[in-house]
């Protein structure tokens, strides 16, 4: 059995050795241990460096406020872990923990050369060191400190682990699972409630499981909280252990990380490691309990230097003694159990060093039984020991003046500065505070959110009090419910109740400018960082904080924001309520991301939708591109041809034979009511009236800015029923608009609207062969350029299939847009490419689609417009019904700015050596001989290689471009300055011959 | 771990909870209000139910409405009744205005069922699945993406998708029914 | 996240399945080609910002579908009250217990 373990003690179990590794050594410990606890059993305090100086560490905590003992958790690649606390990491064979900040190794690490030159590093360095010059920082001071800044490494190889989350409702919500928790949870349980119980520790208990000697209700503690958990499971309350409140959100939602894989050797299969909780509670009880406070003097933070609660822990939960020659520094009752509890358990406790003159006799009666040596009215002033306390310099202080010091010998010096209730997920609800000048610290006031808090972390103390207004607040909560509850009494015995005092540093016979009294471990914050920072100017605690960094490490300053404002208080000559404590945030502790990612990573990021024709494009070897949430067939590349290519060849067979594209993400909406018509007149500034049933129409929708927002062609089902499309993009978008103006504006009109995207798969055929194509395969509908014009559409059968056949063409050569049940695409798909094979039948993507609509000028909404274009700028004043008494955007469109001349207007461009291929996006100059920066008149909005055109093509907003036609401008790159011509916008077929449909029998 | 969505069937199954890809059935989209409501309810052979989450079926049981909205419920009916239920809508024009928009191709429906169904949609649904009442429905998210969900039984749920949305969920569904058996065990 | 009650579906549900949707009460003119480039600017631009009570709409996307105006306190983030659309604004008198 290890050195420092305790036969008899304990909740580990001793018959189950567990060997993990520390520091590249092997350890020793048992099952149920903590790194922290195993490496104390073990006789090893040294556990960590600090951040600034690098100053040797030990654990000076037992919990999840440890700042010092933080380290690398590793099982294998990928699941590396830094800043893990190892007094709340659980041994498991096989785990590999790794000091961090020191470098070669811990126990001798080149870093700690800061250590001798910390006068340099006083508070607010960065800001004084780094001021100047000025081109130094970027250069010089940033790396360098990036590179040495930092807690930990965090690993470069991809997490293989799996997070998850869950949502949780439930009536009851207690954190913490103390006595006050525990008392809360049953109360309300039996009063009918559905509660959930959840802890940050291993096991449920809280400070139960340090306190054996107590008895409640006539059994031994431990055997009352079995008993208790058993009764709370028979009462279906959900206990979750390592998990842990992270965050308090509006109205009872609370982030509840729990951790289920971090303690065990073997992973099991389809777990994953964290699953984040957004939990939903009609009630919430806080029972966090109080988090004991440090003693702030010079050398406070040797290793072996610890909270006097953690040693209590180590030893009746892990049955560590943490020492064998303790001494006791305390200005609380609390820390003299420490000492009693130790020399029990075969610690020789050297002194209980107490700041108070007159600590209560009882306690003073029981060291004296025990043999040990107390001092009363005592101050420390040093410590001594590298890599661990050797002994502690104390002093008599009497009436304010320090006197004589004597050196006593200690392997561990165990302090206690009394407790602070922990109040972090109480200050997330925004939460007030009310000063308690008896306990010196805050206590939980008002709060907006419908939570009480128990126990301690109301400054109550001792179990028989916290277990008395846990049931007590259970009860409340229950009744606040309409449940009828009652708080059963339970007598204890053996309870450590006490009180004590409270101190900023500790007096001293040494200049306070050479004491390195530690307030902030984590951040190496000392006393005289704080009186510094006030002496420098710093007046709110706010700016105390940022200046110095206390409290802003990853612990958030559990242990030293009290301290630190007390000190600061005490600087400033203002009474503590009147400086504040500053703002807890959560996360509660540090929360892995993959904690907050949940399921969403790797294929299941965010949704990608794929289309029903989506398999027939990837096993015809598609290209993808993502648009939208969509993930849309780009080009169909043959072997050896790359995308330029591919994309030539698809627009030449669409131009001269007859191309295929799966249009199906194009958003549609049918407006069906008698209104519908009405509707249409109203939302878009097209008019509608006389548009017959069968007939087609571009339609084009602004907002009331007058700006273009969405287009597509609508065809008029029937009088009542119009079948909407709009860009793939814009769906969603489209239709909320489109509710929003109906419910709330004309709520008077009779018209629904329903989306039927998905409703339909379509397929868009294009080009001169495309009739002879359908012509075998369409029942219902004659097509022939009288039967069937183009901008036609009607409901038929295309290869048996039911059908909205459109005549509409998004490529100037003849189209169509079969639309078919979504699920019948594929089969349609395939059926149309067996059909057209022997006419030249070629599937394009959405490459090859939007180099003909440039080439035939029309234009994408959202990248040849870009939320400040109107119609008129896109040349698409046609489209405006101007006789129309109103329509979403008419007014708008009167507004002097969209009215002003030089307004950016879209035009086409051709470079003038007739091979350049324009960047889009790239900005637009008259003037390319003017000085930078450049007076900028538009940019580039789509450029494509047409093959049609036979040169490069492209389109671009430009001030008053229309006005421009033939004159040149200029494109500067980061090599040259192209220059261009401005154009009209259609570089093909422009007298629009080729939308005409052949006359059956005859040649194509 | 994208479950084969291409035939109906079982798509995961685990002690906790079993997924499956329902039979293809007719859908209808029905708008109306007011006045409009009682025709339409007779013309279909069922009281369109006016709280928004509950159900009404035909005597037949070939058609079964859930009301989503104000003025909108979603109806389920055997493929073969589709017909006669457009018909008998569309014969209710103009005089009762309202829409009914064939949207039997839009979605799909997955099943759950199983000890821990209810427990499966928390890992995506931000509301209280015991706020649905067995025999009720309701539109709602899962995990981000717009379901209409129907509770047959305590244990037995369907969910309505629009099929692009529907790998995305299916998969989230199969680790899940994997995820709590591992719970359990 | 927030709860919100839905006036149509009257359940309290949480914030995800709902979209805001900006201020209420600003309603569209009657005849907007009548209106003045100052009142059109007004109603196209112009919003109160409040610090406190705020009259704004939401919308139950992911459930009814229906938008509907709610008045939240934007300091609290708190929802002092919901109701459908159309419906008058409730007094901040009858909301807050307190006089205007
Ligand atoms: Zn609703």
């Known amino acids: 059995m290890s050195r420092f373990r305790v036969p008899g003690r304990g909740r580990v179990n001793p018959d189950r050795p567990v060997t993990f590794r520390f520091d590249g050594r092997p350890v020793q410990g048992c099952e149920g241990d903590t790194v922290a606890s195993a490496l104390l059993a073990n006789g090893i305090h040294l556990m960590g460096r600090s951040f600034k100086y690098h100053r040797p560490r030990g654990a000076v905590a037992a919990g999840s406020e440890e700042p010092n003992a933080l380290i690398n958790t590793r099982r294998g690649p990928g699941r590396a ?119 940050e520790h291993a096991e449920a208990g809280g400070t139960l499981l340090s306190e054996p000697q107590a008895r409640i209700a006539g059994l031994p503690a431990w055997d009352w909280l079995t008993a208790e958990l058993a009764a709370l499971k028979a009462l279906g309350v959900r206990v979750m252990t390592r998990t842990t409140a992270i965050g308090y959100y509006h109205q009872n939602m609370i982030g509840l990380c729990q951790r289920l ?184 006031a008002d709060t907006p959110e419908d939570c009480v808090i128990a126990g301690a972390g109301r400054g109550l103390w001792g179990i028989a009090a916290t277990l ?89 300053g559990k242990m030293s924001n009290i301290n630190g404002l007390n000190i600061a208080a005490d600087a400033l000559g203002r009474a503590q309520p009147k400086v504040g404590l500053t703002t807890f945030r959560p996360p509660y502790t540090p929360t892995s991301f993959g904690a907050f990612a949940g399921y969403h990573r790797g294929g299941h990021f965010e949704v990608t939708r794929r289309t029903a024709i989506d398999p027939l494009a990837e096993a015809a070897g598609a290209v993808f591109e993502p648009v939208g949430q969509w993930r849309r067939a780009r080009y169909f590349p043959r072997p050896g041809e790359d995308m330029d290519t591919a994309v030539a060849r698809e627009c030449r067979a669409t131009r001269t034979a007859i191309g295929m594209f799966d249009a199906s993400t194009l958003g549609k909406i049918e407006v069906v009511g008698p209104d519908a018509v009405e509707f249409m007149n109203r939302m878009y500034t097209n008019p509608w009236t006389k548009l017959q049933p069968g007939r087609c129409r571009y339609g084009l929708l602004l907002g009331d800015d007058g700006f273009i927002r969405d287009d597509g062609v609508i065809g008029r089902l029937a009088h009542d029923r119009f079948h909407v499309t709009t860009t793939t993009g814009g769906a969603a978008r489209v239709l909320n608009m489109m509710e929003d103006y109906l419910q709330t504006e004309w709520p008077e009109l009779d018209v629904w609207l329903t989306s039927t995207t998905e409703q339909w798969s379509t397929i868009a055929l294009n080009g001169p062969r495309v009739a002879e194509l359908l012509r075998p395969l369409v029942e219902g509908v004659t097509l022939t350029e009288e039967a069937f014009p183009h901008m036609s559409v009607a409901e038929c059968t295309v290869a048996g299939m039911p059908a909205r056949l459109f005549r509409v063409s998004f490529t100037g050569e003849t189209g169509f847009e079969v639309n078919v049940p979504a699920p019948m695409g594929p089969a349609l798909w395939q059926r149309l490419a067996e059909a057209g094979a022997p006419l030249g039948l070629t599937p394009y993507g959405t490459e090859a689609m939007h180099v003909m609509r440039a080439e035939k000028g029309y234009i994408i909404v959202g990248q040849d417009t870009d939320g400040t274009v109107t119609p008129a700028d896109a040349g698409l004043t046609w489209a405006v019904g101007k006789a129309k008494p109103d329509f979403v955007g008419k007014r708008g469109l009167a507004r002097p700015d969209l009215t002003a001349p030089g307004r950016r207007q879209l035009v086409g461009l051709l470079t003038e050596d007739g091979t350049t291929l324009l960047e889009e996006g790239a900005q637009i100059v008259l003037d390319p001989a003017q000085p930078v920066p450049m007076k900028m008149v538009g940019h580039v909005t789509s450029a494509y290689r047409s093959e049609a055109a036979g040169r490069p093509i492209a389109l671009a907003l430009v001030e008053g471009g229309h006005g421009r036609m033939g004159e040149t401008v200029h494109i500067p790159m980061p090599d040259r300055t192209i220059a261009a011509t401005i154009t009209g916008c259609v570089f093909h077929d422009p007298e629009n011959t080729r939308l005409k449909l052949a006359a059956p029998g005859g040649d194509a | 771990m994208t479950p084969d969505l291409s035939a109906p069937g079982p798509l995961a199954e685990s002690a906790a909870a079993k997924l499956s890809l329902a039979v293809p059935c007719a859908r209808l989209s029905l708008r109306a209000r007011g006045a409009a409501v009682a025709p339409l309810s007779a013309a279909l052979g069922l009281t369109l139910p006016e709280r928004i989450g509950t159900r009404a079926s035909t005597a037949a049981g070939d058609t079964e409405a859930l009301r989503l909205g104000p003025d909108e419920w979603v109806l389920h009916a055997t493929p073969a009744a589709l017909p006669g239920l457009l018909a008998a809508c569309a014969a209710l024009s103009p005089e ?30 931000p509301r209280d699945p015991d706020s649905i009442a067995p025999g009720e429905g309701r539109r709602t998210l899962f995990d981000g993406v717009s379901v209409v969900l129907w509770r047959e039984a305590d244990t037995r749920f369907r969910m309505d998708i629009w099929h692009s949305f529907a790998p995305h969920l299916a998969s989230l569904l199969a680790t899940g029914c994997a995820e709590l058996a591992a719970e359990t065990a | 996240m ?54 704004e709409r939401w919308r139950h996307t992911h459930g009814c579908g229906r938008f509907f105006n709610a008045v939240r306190d934007t300091v609290s983030d708190r929802f002092l009250a919901t109701y459908p659309a159309g419906a008058p604004r409730p007094s901040l008198a009858s909301l807050t217990g307190e006089s205007e």
């Open chain 1, 81 to 199: 872990e830094p800043n893990t606390r190892a007094t709340m990491q659980e041994i498991w064979p096989g785990l590999e923990a790794r000091p961090q900040n020191c470098w070669p190794r811990l126990s001798f690490d080149l870093g700690a050369v800061n250590d001798r030159a910390y006068m340099l590093f006083s508070a607010g360095f960065y800001y004084k060191t780094f001021m100047w010059p000025r081109s130094f920082w970027d250069k010089l001071y940033e790396p360098v400190i990036r590179a040495a800044a930092g807690l930990g490494v965090s690993p470069s190889e991809e997490d293989p682990d799996t997070y998850a989350s869950r949502y949780l409702h439930t009536d009851v919500l207690v954190v913490g699972a103390g006595p006050a928790g525990l008392a809360a949870a049953r109360t309300a349980a039996e009063a009918g409630l559905r509660v959930v119980l959840v802890d």
């Open chain 1, 468 to 556: 008395a207004d846990g049931a007590e607040k259970g009860a409340e909560v229950a009744a606040s419910l309409g449940r009828g509850a009652s708080a059963p009494a339970l007598p204890v015995e053996g309870d450590r109740t006490g009180s004590g005092t409270s101190h900023t540093e500790l007096a001293t016979d040494r200049s306070p400018s050479r004491a390195r009294a530690f307030v902030d471990f984590q951040n190496d914050v000392t006393a005289k960082d704080l009186r510094l920072a006030v002496r420098e100017g710093m007046r709110s605690i706010e700016h105390v904080k940022r200046y110095t960094t206390n409290g802003m490490a990853t612990d958030q």
């Open chain 1, 261 to 444: 894989t971090d303690h065990l050797a073997e992973l099991p299969a389809d777990t994953p490691r964290e699953r984040m909780w957004r939990l939903r509670a009609a009630r919430v009880v806080l029972a966090q309990g109080a988090l004991e406070k440090p003693l702030v003097f010079d050398g406070n933070d040797r290793p072996g230097v610890m909270l006097a609660g953690a040693a209590q822990t180590y030893l009746h939960r892990f049955g560590v003694r943490v020492g064998d020659r303790p001494v006791i520094l305390t200005s609380h009752d609390s820390a003299w159990h420490a000492a009693f509890d130790l020399q029990d358990a075969g610690a020789k406790v050297a002194a209980i060093v107490d700041t108070r003159a007159a600590p209560p006799a009882a306690l003073a009666g029981e060291a004296q039984a025990r043999g040990i040596r107390v001092l009363a009215g005592f101050t420390a002033t040093a410590t001594s020991g590298r890599l661990r306390v050797r002994s502690v310099r104390v002093h008599p202080v009497s009436a304010g003046t320090v006197g004589a010091g004597e050196e006593i010998a200690c392997d561990c010096l165990l302090m206690s500065g009394g407790w602070t209730p922990s109040l972090h997920l109480f200050s997330h609800t925004k939460g007030s505070l009310a000063w308690d000048e008896d306990r010196t610290t805050f206590l939980p």
């Open chain 2, 96 to 125: 009762h205005p309202h829409s009914a928009v064939d949207i039997s191709g839009r979605e799909l429906t997955l099943v759950l069922e199983g000890p821990r169904a209810a427990e499966l949609l928390t890992l995506g649904m």
């Open chain 3, 2 to 55: 927030l709860l919100i009650h839905c006036p149509y579906c009257d359940e309290t549900l949480p914030e995800l399945e709902f979209a805001h949707a900006g201020e209420a009460h600003v309603a569209r003119p009657e005849n907007p080609s009548a209106q003045s480039d100052a009142e059109w600017e007004e109603f196209l631009f112009i919003r109160r910002n409040v610090k406190g009570p705020h009259y």
